[in-house]
């Protein structure tokens, strides 16, 4: 219920202090006997304003302090009383509550006051601050005295609002006309009010607190509404009307968002919001961290917020940065450093230019705000950064398939066509890369000559004769690509070095900005560039386009050599005898390589493929690099392993071997670290481990994706320390073993799924090697087959001489789930039913019969879909399901077969399968 200001109940002495306010103001101050004798009245003026704060509301306290300060002083014949609150620092006082009489000095004329350090150590201490007149106050208390004497006041009574024993601020009374020796009676009396006073106030702050909290999370669950469906493009706006928000929240003049950049000590403006009447903060270029040196080390170097009520609390070392926020009108402000890992990359800004405002209650709050707007800015900068990606990737695919189109069009080409499909393939190029002119040379190596031969000009360009010599016009670009090889990208053609001044003469005469050349080097002497030109723009040339150029120009020249060979085959039988001879002498060749390709461990084959596995282990041989070898089961990981090892310097030693899937998991930690007698049950003798056996050599742990989880931990140890202990036994024992591991398994799939170590994969993925399956490897499978032929041979007593073409070419087209295994079985197989000097081959039943070299990747995939869904009933999910057995996520195998046309009658997870 509320209640009147003046309260519901009066007594006498109050009615008595009412009609003495009306008519009778004083004129004379009380004396000493005079506030003894007004105690008993005191009192129950004490008990009645206790009794009005029982009931007194949040918003009523105010008012109802203040008629209560002016109830004391009107009672007590006194000139002035005040109720001061502390901040955080007792040094600082606020006075909250005030009542003068009308005819005495103002003591206060604003609302901070600075209390002096000898009445603040006082009330810490929760005595009472007394004085009967100023010239009594200790040498201790000049300043205090300064201050007392400016106001006027001759006598003092201080009491200490105290919650807890926790002083928060302090109950004053004054007499401007008289000395009071302040009765400890007026004072005993006092303190309860005093104390009522500071409990009010407590209960005060925590409601405001309270309903401050409330309204914080209101702003803060707003601000974070704004960016949880926020567009990127949105996110700068929202920012600005979140900081507006803001500004009216805090009362603040100016706030902001300022972007840091540490490695070039930058600050600079991004966003802001300031009210009106007050001035901007500069954006753009403008570089604020040299205007504010120490805030600029305290918030960026060491990450510390700062916060100055006023500017004149910084520190002497800030006189920089004062003397910059005096230009800027500033009074007060708040600085938050915000992180991106350990990094401060942003900083939240709040100023106020007309008062002086204290930040400490506000410093938490703002700073998770600035955490919303950093994280709003991070998403939209990966989203930005994704944009990028994506449309890279999305280049680069396009660009791809560009080259599968080209490479499509010359397959079974005919040679009267030739001319113009290259001149339109060009065109694709051209208008790919935004090009004006793209086309092929012809250049001599043992003369300055080149010339045009095929070429295209986006529309408006002049074509350059095919007929004209240019090598003269580009002497140092002739000598760089004809004669070094090397490849030309030029972004900007004033990029060209000084000696190429007569190139960029050309250049600049033929209106080119940048270029890209790529020698393609044939035999006879010639030699052909690849060439696309940009007038009209300047673009980069990305270094993997360079060499899928570089493809597709060996496709044009291919294709050029194709046409000239077909024109000599038209002109003469004769070349058809010498193709032939040729071809049975490449046939010995391929026999003899074979042969010499015996002095590498078994290691046979010439692809590409294969070389740049056996480059990789020629560079991770003499090194104690832990390797890890990957491939499909069969693709022979292990001979790479042997190779490593024969190659390193640790080949006069035998190399370890242990397959983690051979063996039983409760056997593989004492086969890998030994274990002592009597370590388990049944473990009679001691055993040495295989490390132990491979220190100072090489250890291959074969099917490593098979070791158990409890085991990796342990490997890992030895990994890193070079020390395990054998079962059973608590010494630690240090060896030094070359490890190499392989594996037919995704490891990252076992990491993903919780299979495998992760820390364990990066420490055994220092170098992997991948072994190429043998369907990646199709022209070594001639030379296999050979080797296993005559292996064969020598053991069977058998002599096969000849393998029918289509045999040959039958072994090429299938795909080889087992590898090289598998081969070596079927060629075996072949050399026991041959009965002649001719190779009787049988491939599987199943790869004759089910696969048809007519039909498109699209309809072998439908029917490979289609035999598993038959397989699994239907079931896409679980670990019998066809995402399982294809290797795919269920939810791109669900896309993969709406894309075909499959139909499941159940979409959930089985059902009957139709097309």
């Not at 520190?315 to 004062?322: I, L, M, N, Q």
């Not at 069009?409 to 339109?424: K, M």
């Amino acid at each position: 219920m509320k209640r009147s200001a003046e309260g519901q109940h009066r007594s006498s002495v109050t009615s008595a202090i009412m009609t003495q306010e009306k008519g009778c103001p004083r004129k004379t101050a009380p004396s000493n006997a005079s506030l003894i004798s007004r105690l008993a009245g005191l009192q129950q003026i004490t008990s009645e304003l206790i009794a009005s704060f029982m009931t007194t509301s949040v918003d009523q306290l105010d008012s109802e302090i203040r008629i209560s300060l002016r109830k004391i002083v009107r009672f007590l014949s006194l000139e002035r009383a005040y109720i001061v609150q502390s901040s955080e620092r007792l040094m600082r006082m606020v006075c909250t509550h005030l009542y003068e009489t009308s005819d005495v000095n103002k003591a206060v004329n604003r609302n901070e006051i600075t209390v002096p350090p000898w009445g603040v150590e006082k009330l810490k201490r929760g005595e009472c601050v007394i004085f009967s007149h100023v010239a009594d106050l200790p040498e201790a208390a000049n300043e205090a005295g300064k201050y007392f004497r400016s106001v006027g006041t001759q006598s003092h009574l201080s009491l200490p609002l105290e919650i807890d024993g926790i002083v928060i601020g302090c109950l004053s009374l004054e007499s401007t006309r008289a000395e009071l020796s302040w009765p400890e009676g007026i004072v005993r009396v006092l303190k309860p009010i005093a104390d009522v006073f500071a409990l009010s106030l407590e209960c005060k702050r925590i409601k405001l607190e309270v309903r401050e909290r409330v309204r914080f999370e209101t702003l803060i669950s707003d601000i974070s509404a704004r960016f949880v469906a926020a567009e990127p493009a949105d996110v700068d706006r929202e920012i600005i009307s979140a900081l507006a928000c803001i500004g009216e929240y805090f009362a603040c003049d100016r706030c902001g968002i300022m972007s840091v950049r540490p490695d070039l000590v930058e600050l600079k403006v991004i966003h802001y919001w300031f009210c009106e009447g007050v001035n901007a903060l500069e954006t753009g270029d403008l570089n604020l961290a040299p205007l504010f040196p120490w805030a600029y080390e305290m918030l960026v170097t060491r990450g510390q917020a700062i916060w100055v009520s006023r500017l004149e609390d910084l520190p002497p070392e800030a006189e920089k940065d004062r003397q910059s926020w005096v230009e800027q009108g500033v009074r007060s402000f708040l600085n938050i450093p915000l992180f991106s890992g350990a990094v401060v990359t942003k900083m939240f800004v709040i100023q106020n230019m007309h008062e002086e405002k204290f930040w400490e209650g506000y410093i938490q709050r703002l700073r998770l705000i600035g955490e919303i707007f950093n994280n709003a800015l991070e998403q939209k900068k990966a989203c930005s950064e994704n944009r990028e990606k994506q449309k890279e990737i999305t280049e680069r695919a396009c660009f791809e398939n560009l080259l599968a189109d080209i490479s499509a069009r010359f397959v079974n080409l005919e040679p009267d066509d030739l001319d113009a499909q290259i001149e339109h393939s060009l065109e694709m190029i051209g208008k790919f890369f935004l090009g004006d002119r793209c086309g092929l040379l012809e250049a001599h190596t043992d003369e300055l000559y080149a010339r045009v031969t095929n070429a295209w000009y986006d529309e408006g360009f002049e074509r350059i004769p095919g007929d004209l010599n240019i090598a003269p016009l580009f002497p140092w670009g002739y000598e760089e690509l004809v004669k070094q090889g090397r490849i030309l990208k030029v972004t900007n053609i004033r990029d060209l070095p000084r000696e190429a001044m007569k190139d960029v003469e050309t250049h600049q005469a033929m209106g080119v900005q940048s270029f890209i050349n790529i020698p393609l080097h044939t035999a006879n002497g010639r030699c052909s560039i690849f060439v696309i030109n940009n007038i009209r723009i300047e673009r980069p040339w990305p270094d993997e386009y360079v060499q899928r150029l570089r493809l597709i120009g060996e496709v044009f020249i291919n294709a050029l050599a194709r046409k000239s060979a077909d024109a000599e085959l038209r002109r003469s039988l004769v070349t058809v005898r010498e193709l032939k001879d040729k071809l049975q002498d490449e046939a010995d060749f391929l026999r003899s390589e074979i042969r010499a390709c015996h002095n590498r461990e078994e290691i046979i084959g010439q692809s590409e493929a294969l070389s740049r596995v056996l480059i990789q282990v020629e560079q991770v041989a003499p090194t104690d690099s832990t390797v890890l070898i990957c491939g499909e089961t069969g693709t022979g990981k292990e001979l790479i392993a042997r190779a490593i090892h024969d190659m390193s310097l640790h080949r006069d030693k035998t190399m370890v071997k242990i397959n983690c899937a051979s063996l039983p998991a409760t056997l593989v930690e004492s086969e890998l670290f030994g274990r002592e007698r009597g370590a388990y049950t049944g473990a009679l003798t001691r055993q040495i481990g295989r490390f132990e056996m491979a220190d100072g050599s090489t250890i291959f742990l074969d099917e490593i994706a098979e070791l158990p989880l409890e085991l990796q931990a342990k490997l890992l140890r030895v990994l890193q320390e070079g020390a395990f202990e054998r079962l059973g036994s608590p010494k630690t024992i240090q060896v030094h073993a070359r490890v190499i591991a392989a594996t037919n398994r995704n490891l990252m799939e076992a990491v993903k799924t919780g299979k495998f170590r992760q820390d364990l994969f990066y420490r055994l993925n220092v170098f992997p090697i991948t072994v190429p399956p043998l369907r990646e490897r199709v022209e070594d499978i001639p030379m296999l087959v050979w080797a296993f032929v005559n292996e064969f041979c020598d053991k069977m007593g058998k002599q096969i001489l000849r393998i029918e073409k289509r045999d040959m070419e039958a072994l090429q087209r299938y795909a080889w789930p087992g590898n090289v295994r598998e081969l070596r079985n079927i060629i075996e197989h072949a050399v026991i039913i041959s009965s002649g000097p001719t190779l009787e081959t049988k491939l599987p039943q199943d790869a004759e019969r089910g696969i048809s070299w007519a039909k498109t990747l699209q309809e072998v995939e439908y029917g490979h879909i289609m035999n598993v869904l038959r397989h699994t009933s239907g079931r896409i999910k679980g670990d019998a399901g066809a995402a399982r057995i294809l290797g795919m996520i269920p939810s791109t195998l669900t896309s993969r077969i709406k894309k075909l046309g499959i139909k499941l009658s159940n979409e959930k997870e089985k059902g009957e399968i139709s097309s």
